[in-house]
């Protein structure tokens, strides 16, 4: 069986929801939305999806959860870093912890200097302001009445206030709005909710849409290959309940399937480099090198302390009474640990003197060993991330099958001046959490321990326990057909097939400096509207020949 769309949009991330909601609008348009993961409308992952702190119930399954991993090389001991990547409605925004940061005036005017017009900050502002819905006092530079709500929940956990006020004792700016002009400093980070609950991109921008009659979506389906003819994307071939079927795609096919797996999907359908597409056992269509190249994420390291004083969130005997109301003070209140993100604040740094930040420090008012865990101890914690890595990491193809996992490697530290900043940034860490504002709340360091204190031994201690910010960038990089590893234009194109864009965080040329998931929907709000645009042209020159022919025959 054959479907026929005018477009084909892959994934339902926060790149596939807003274009599929924008596209979707034109009821004279047809959308198809493939999702291999389940809808987040169905019982039980609705519940979980609304919670914010439902992704822990998300994460250890792999119906949801494509359950990636990160390989690393001899900088981190070899070690294999689990790596979650969303499989369902909302992609990463339904499992991540909804922070909602732009990034810096500087990233995108990196973009523009990297051969990118158009992508400045005067030209990404309006579009931040045209997705968001800002329940703060009127800016300048914010939105309000669009899709997504930008909110600050009711209510935070005490180590919150305390950590911020430690930030403000060690000398840091107290900010409460990271979207205003200035960057840095401490403060309680904005989020993507509604009245406490989640608001991932499809429930933001998919939810509204599902009711066309244009608009078709397919969850629980793999998009197995993109079909191309002739240099054009023509559709995809797709499995579902254990069949395979092509779609067409009369205009466009759209990847939004995120950082990791738009690489392999396009490796999978021949385009890449043509001598590695080869080793793993799949035809070359287009050879096109920067494909999975040029992987850049936040690498992370942590300080933990205990909590003696039990306020932080935990699986504890002492918390027992308060774990058991919990769930009722969310149903009638929207308050209290369900509603919380777990990382509540947190800030910028820079470590250089070029006042630039270059580190951000996000707290969580929890132990969390990784993505999976719930803590059974009392403790408190900062996560150290690296916010412009020197260092670039690949993704490629472990076989020509598409239901293998691709291969990713991180490449952390292979410059050394990203270990020199994160040790900078971790002092900083440190030290405001030796202030006065956190001395009643805080215990012993436990993690990686107070008798690492020269650089070498924190050297040693961080490639122990360095892990992932989770904001993979760059794999499917935007650039001019004269950068050697650009993938698509600076519309999104990919350079030398007709018919295909690449729309989620792989397209960044440069990572950006904080969370990527509102800088992606911002990213997918532009493809819309060059979509459009041209759909505009095109129509009016096809109607320009009927005009003429109109006017000759009246004459």
Not at 86 to 91: S, V
Not at 220 to 233: F, K, N, S
Not at 390 to 400: D, H, I, K, P, T
Not at 528 to 554: C, G, M, N
């Amino acid at each position: 069986m054959t479907h026929s769309f005018d477009y084909i949009v892959i994934g339902s991330g926060p790149g596939g929801s807003v274009l599929a909601n924008r596209l979707s609008a034109d009821p004279a348009v047809s959308v198809a939305l493939i999702e291999a993961g389940p809808s987040d409308r169905k019982w039980p992952v609705n519940i979980k999806t609304i919670m914010p702190v439902g992704n822990i119930f998300l994460i250890p399954h792999a119906r949801y959860n494509w359950q990636q991993q990160l390989t690393g090389g001899d900088a981190i001991d070899g070690r294999v870093i689990g790596f979650p990547r969303g499989k369902l409605f909302g992609g990463c925004s339904a499992i991540n912890g909804g922070v909602y940061i732009r990034g810096q005036e500087e990233d995108y005017a990196s973009w523009v200097q990297a051969g990118n017009p158009g992508w400045g900050w005067d030209d990404v502002l309006p579009v931040f302001k045209r997705l968001e819905n800002y329940h703060g006092p009127d800016k300048s530079w914010h939105g309000k009445g669009a899709e997504l709500d930008v909110e600050k929940p009711a209510s935070f956990n005490p180590i919150t206030t305390a950590i911020i006020d430690a930030a403000v004792e060690a000398g840091h700016y107290h900010n409460e709005d990271f979207a205003a002009e200035r960057k840095d400093g401490f403060g309680r980070y904005d989020l993507n909710q509604r009245r406490g609950t989640r608001l991932s991109a499809a429930r933001a921008f998919l939810h509204p849409a599902l009711g066309r009659s244009n608009l078709s979506v397919f969850d629980e389906t793999l998009v197995r290959r993109i079909i191309t003819d002739d240099g054009r994307a023509t559709g995809v071939e797709i499995e579902r309940a254990g069949k395979r079927e092509i779609m067409t795609a009369r205009n466009e096919v759209l990847v939004c399937a995120g950082a990791t797996n738009s690489p392999q999907l396009l490796m999978l359908s021949g385009i890449g480099d043509r001598d590695a597409l080869s080793k793993v056992g799949v035809d070359p269509v287009h050879h096109l090198p920067g494909v999975g190249a040029h992987l850049q994420d936040h690498p992370t390291v942590h300080i933990s302390v205990e909590n003696p004083t039990g306020e932080s969130y935990a699986n504890s005997r002492s918390a027992l009474l308060r774990n058991a109301l919990a769930p009722f003070k969310y149903a009638l209140k929207r308050e209290g640990m369900f509603a919380s993100n777990v990382a509540e604040c947190g800030g910028f740094v820079c470590t250089d003197g070029s006042g630039r930040p270059d580190i951000q420090l996000t707290f969580l008012v929890g132990l969390k060993g990784n993505a999976r865990v719930v803590p059974s101890n009392h403790g408190f914690m900062a996560l150290i991330q690296l916010l412009r890595p020197n260092s670039e990491g690949r993704v490629r193809l472990a076989s020509n099958r598409a239901e293998d996992k691709p291969i990713i490697e991180p490449n952390f530290f292979d410059d050394p001046r990203d270990m020199a900043t994160l040790i900078a940034g971790f002092r900083e860490a440190r030290r405001i959490f030796a202030q006065p504002a956190l001395a009643a709340m805080r215990g012993k360091e436990i993690e990686p321990g107070a008798e690492h204190v020269s650089d070498q031994e924190l050297d040693k201690a961080l490639r122990k326990i360095v892990n992932t910010a989770y904001h993979p960038t760059g794999t499917c990089k935007m650039g001019p057909a004269s950068d050697p590893l650009a993938v698509v234009d600076d519309r999104l194109r990919v350079h030398g097939i007709d018919g295909l864009r690449v729309v989620d965080a792989s397209v960044m040329p440069s990572i950006i400096s904080g969370n990527t998931s509102a800088p992606t929907m911002m990213i997918a709000q532009r493809a819309a509207d060059f979509i459009l645009e041209e759909r505009k042209t095109h129509s009016s020159q096809a109607a320009e020949p009927a005009r003429v022919a109109e006017t000759e025959l009246q004459s």
